[in-house]
């Protein structure tokens, strides 16, 4: 029993100590997230000295966090704003992620001595923007930016996580099987249809479900969030039970639902909101606690390289590949090319290659560690700056969302 208290002493401290510090984070504009991960950090082996190293614990608890992240996202992306970005997101976050990983791959490759097949691995782990940092920074973060580039970017953010993770999870089979480039057959084209068509078809019948569910079952308005988070998660483990994406079916779910009549429906909101902060902090906190920081020098300025080159080359040359079709201007680009944070879906997904058996597992690990922390000094610090500096700023009352607050839903008393 002393082990238990001990534990959730330990643990609430963490939580607690990370709550108080987002106030420092507001007043002096620092990236938040980036605040989490390095209370975990200090926490950790190398700092106070708790020693944590449960992978498999660490990634189901991970995904947990993601998908209730996830699930908020799409609860509060408004369906109109979904129409005006949806093709040029789902560019980005389908062909942007295979851009961005291949051209990761060949530059892992030269600076870490990787096959390109365990580069593109390293490249998927980090390709994915995080929706956490993401929608924290455009919603609270006091950035007003004309309503398309938000709502590309928001989409973005919450509908790359499924591709990232579907092409880890698979290059990780093949790089642990010594497979290679033959893996990439039919087969693994159809299970990535069969992933995604899964995850969209269970998302749209899973938010029908909620609403359905909610507004004639539910008599007091205190069990409404409570309904709302367990069927989203049934949606979520359902989803990826039946082989679909249990991620893109639990951000679909959340979006349907979202724009629908609910019952209860600010109580749900602010129950969401809170949940997701919670989900948020805990989730970077266990991955502070993972790992290891005295292994970093070891590979300290290929990793920096490697962010460097994610920042400045490989990012922005898949943005702008993708929206180069569509109706934005150059500055609009490069803000959102910008705006690719990497943050906890990065560092879960290195956890992947040690689950799978890839040798030298460790070094993915904690290379994605050092560069989410880069992405996150480099650009959580000066997004606003940027904006600015390309004249993208514009009245909080032309603004899709006023700082400090959310969009009016349908639904909403």
Do not use: C
């Amino acid at each position: 029993m002393d082990a238990f208290y001990i534990i959730l002493l330990v643990g609430t401290v963490l939580v607690l100590v990370s709550a108080f510090s987002s106030l420092l984070a507001f007043r002096f504009g620092a990236p938040l997230l980036l605040i989490f991960l390095s209370i975990g950090l200090l926490a950790g082996v190398d700092g106070l000295g708790i020693r944590f190293e449960n992978y498999p614990f660490t990634f189901m608890l991970g995904s947990l966090a993601l998908a209730i992240v996830l699930f908020d996202s799409g609860f509060m992306t408004p369906v109109h704003s979904f129409k005006a970005a949806a093709v040029p997101a789902i560019a980005m976050s389908s062909v942007g992620v295979i851009i961005t990983a291949t051209l990761f791959g060949l530059a892992a490759k030269y600076l870490l001595g990787f096959s390109l097949l365990q580069g593109m691995l390293l490249g998927s782990i980090v390709a994915s923007t995080d929706a956490a940092a993401v929608f924290f920074l455009l919603r609270i973060g006091g950035i007003n930016i004309r309503d398309k580039v938000r709502s590309t970017l928001e989409v973005e953010s919450g509908t790359n996580d499924p591709m990232a993770i579907f092409l880890t999870v698979a290059l990780s089979e093949l790089v642990a099987t010594g497979e290679g480039f033959s893996g990439f057959d039919l087969h693994f084209l159809m299970m990535f249809i069969e992933e995604m068509g899964l995850g969209l078809i269970f998302g749209l019948l899973g938010g029908m479900m909620i609403v359905w569910v909610l507004n004639r079952f539910t008599s007091d308005r205190g069990l409404a969030p409570i309904f709302v988070l367990t069927l989203a998660l049934l949606v979520f483990s359902f989803t990826g039970t039946m082989g679909g994406s249990g991620f893109l079916a639990v951000y679909v779910a959340g979006m349907v639902a979202g724009n629908r009549k609910m019952f209860a429906k600010q109580q749900i909101v602010r129950f969401n909101e809170g949940l997701s902060w919670l989900a948020q902090i805990i989730m970077f906190l266990v991955l502070g606690l993972l790992a290891t920081p005295s292994q970093f020098p070891l590979i300290l300025l290929p990793a920096i390289g490697l962010a460097l080159f994610l920042i400045f080359v490989a990012r922005p040359v898949a943005v702008w590949l993708s929206l180069l079709p569509f109706d934005y201007t150059q500055q609009e680009i490069g803000f959102v090319a910008w705006v690719g944070l990497r943050g906890a879906v990065s560092i879960l997904l290195a956890i992947m290659p040690i689950m799978s058996g890839v040798e030298n597992g460790e070094l993915f690990f904690n290379t994605t560690f050092i560069i989410v922390l880069v992405s996150l000094l480099v650009q959580g610090w000066t997004i606003k700056p940027v904006a600015q500096k390309l004249g993208l700023i514009i009245p909080p009352r032309m603004g899709a969302v006023e700082s400090g607050t959310r969009p009016a839903r349908q639904g909403d008393p």
